[in-house]
């Protein structure tokens, strides 16, 4: 269990405090998904440090 998922749990939180909401419905290659993909998350700064995604 990483400790993202072990500090959501341990202050209390649940499934119920958890949300899934999508950003953009792509059509198209799957290489133009992950350029996307890639672009969202550099926008929303889900990147380490700042988030649990890792630079590929």
Do not use: C
């Amino acid at each position: 269990m990483s400790h993202y998922v072990r500090t959501f749990y341990t202050d209390g939180h649940s499934m119920d405090d958890f949300q899934i909401m999508g950003l953009e419905k792509l059509n198209g290659l799957n290489e133009f998904r992950k350029t996307i993909e890639q672009l969202w998350k550099a926008k929303l700064r889900t990147y380490r440090p700042y988030g649990i995604n890792v630079q590929e």
